[in-house]
Protein backbone atom coordinates (compact mmCIF):
# COMPACT_ATOMS: atom_id res chain seq x y z
CA UNK A 1 0.00 0.00 0.00
CA UNK A 2 1.48 3.48 -0.86
CA UNK A 3 0.68 6.12 1.82
CA UNK A 4 0.66 10.26 1.08
CA UNK A 5 0.23 12.23 4.18
CA UNK A 6 -1.05 16.01 4.09
CA UNK A 7 -2.75 18.54 6.01
CA UNK A 8 0.48 19.90 8.35
CA UNK A 9 0.98 23.80 8.71
CA UNK A 10 1.88 26.27 11.30
CA UNK A 11 -0.40 26.78 14.31
CA UNK A 12 0.03 28.61 17.01
CA UNK A 13 -0.14 27.29 20.34
CA UNK A 14 -3.90 26.04 21.54
CA UNK A 15 -4.94 25.43 18.07
CA UNK A 16 -5.95 22.24 15.97
CA UNK A 17 -4.82 20.39 12.78
CA UNK A 18 -6.53 17.57 11.11
CA UNK A 19 -3.82 15.65 8.77
CA UNK A 20 -4.97 13.27 6.40
CA UNK A 21 -3.13 9.95 5.07
CA UNK A 22 -4.51 8.66 1.37
CA UNK A 23 -3.74 5.26 0.69
CA UNK A 24 -3.97 3.65 -2.65
CA UNK A 25 -4.55 -0.02 -3.01
CA UNK A 26 -7.58 -2.09 -2.71
CA UNK A 27 -6.68 -3.88 0.55
CA UNK A 28 -6.11 -0.39 2.62
CA UNK A 29 -9.47 -2.13 4.96
CA UNK A 30 -7.20 -5.18 6.32
CA UNK A 31 -3.76 -2.64 7.30
CA UNK A 32 -3.34 -1.38 10.73
CA UNK A 33 -2.63 2.49 10.89
CA UNK A 34 -0.27 4.83 12.89
CA UNK A 35 1.02 8.11 12.95
CA UNK A 36 4.14 8.58 13.70
CA UNK A 37 6.18 11.82 14.61
CA UNK A 38 9.95 12.99 14.62
CA UNK A 39 10.99 16.46 16.17
CA UNK A 40 14.15 18.08 14.90
CA UNK A 41 17.36 16.05 16.54
CA UNK A 42 15.05 13.79 17.82
CA UNK A 43 14.48 10.23 17.06
CA UNK A 44 10.72 9.03 15.24
CA UNK A 45 8.23 8.13 17.92
CA UNK A 46 4.33 6.44 17.85
CA UNK A 47 1.78 8.81 17.94
CA UNK A 48 -0.90 6.96 17.61
CA UNK A 49 -2.55 3.69 15.97
CA UNK A 50 -6.27 2.55 14.82
CA UNK A 51 -7.25 -0.57 14.19
CA UNK A 52 -8.48 -2.44 10.74
CA UNK A 53 -12.20 -2.10 11.70
CA UNK A 54 -11.26 1.38 13.88
CA UNK A 55 -12.53 -0.17 16.52
CA UNK A 56 -9.02 -0.09 18.75
CA UNK A 57 -7.12 3.46 19.28
CA UNK A 58 -3.98 3.70 21.01
CA UNK A 59 -2.34 6.51 21.68
CA UNK A 60 0.86 7.83 23.49
CA UNK A 61 0.61 9.47 26.86
CA UNK A 62 1.76 13.03 26.08
CA UNK A 63 -0.97 13.18 23.83
CA UNK A 64 -3.99 11.01 24.84
CA UNK A 65 -7.44 13.60 25.18
CA UNK A 66 -5.85 15.97 22.91
CA UNK A 67 -5.56 14.21 19.53
CA UNK A 68 -7.68 11.57 17.98
CA UNK A 69 -6.95 9.49 15.00
CA UNK A 70 -9.71 8.01 12.73
CA UNK A 71 -10.45 6.10 9.87
CA UNK A 72 -12.95 6.07 6.60
CA UNK A 73 -12.09 2.56 4.69
CA UNK A 74 -14.37 3.47 1.72
CA UNK A 75 -12.26 6.82 1.31
CA UNK A 76 -8.94 4.54 1.87
CA UNK A 77 -7.87 7.18 4.23
CA UNK A 78 -6.78 7.74 7.88
CA UNK A 79 -6.99 10.88 10.18
CA UNK A 80 -5.62 12.73 13.28
CA UNK A 81 -7.21 15.24 14.66
CA UNK A 82 -5.00 17.01 16.64
CA UNK A 83 -6.56 19.65 19.36
CA UNK A 84 -4.90 22.25 21.93
CA UNK A 85 -1.53 21.67 19.99
CA UNK A 86 1.34 22.71 22.00
CA UNK A 87 4.84 23.67 20.44
CA UNK A 88 6.83 20.12 21.76
CA UNK A 89 4.06 18.77 19.37
CA UNK A 90 6.16 20.37 16.41
CA UNK A 91 7.89 17.63 13.99
CA UNK A 92 7.10 15.79 10.99
CA UNK A 93 4.30 13.59 11.34
CA UNK A 94 4.89 10.79 9.22
CA UNK A 95 1.85 8.16 8.40
CA UNK A 96 2.58 4.26 8.10
CA UNK A 97 0.64 0.70 7.59
CA UNK A 98 0.98 -3.08 8.67
CA UNK A 99 -1.26 -5.71 7.89
CA UNK A 100 -1.00 -7.19 11.38
CA UNK A 101 -2.43 -5.90 14.77
CA UNK A 102 -1.50 -2.59 16.70
CA UNK A 103 1.41 -2.17 17.39
CA UNK A 104 3.91 1.07 18.78
CA UNK A 105 7.49 0.11 17.67
CA UNK A 106 8.70 1.70 14.23
CA UNK A 107 10.03 -1.24 12.96
CA UNK A 108 6.71 -2.92 12.53
CA UNK A 109 5.24 -0.92 9.83
CA UNK A 110 6.64 -1.27 6.48
CA UNK A 111 4.19 1.27 4.55
CA UNK A 112 5.06 4.51 4.83
CA UNK A 113 4.40 8.06 3.61
CA UNK A 114 6.59 10.89 2.74
CA UNK A 115 5.52 13.19 6.07
CA UNK A 116 4.07 16.25 6.63
CA UNK A 117 5.49 19.30 8.71
CA UNK A 118 3.39 20.74 11.67
CA UNK A 119 5.08 23.58 13.93
CA UNK A 120 3.10 24.75 16.76
CA UNK A 121 4.47 28.54 17.82
CA UNK A 122 3.95 29.23 21.14
Known amino acids: VQLQAFGGGLVQAGGSLRLSCAASGRTFGLYTMAWFRQAPGKEREFVASISWSGSRTDYVASVKGRFTISRDNAKNTVYLQMNNLKPEDTAVYYC????????????????WGQGTQVTVSS
Open 96 to 111: AARAGYQERQEREYDN
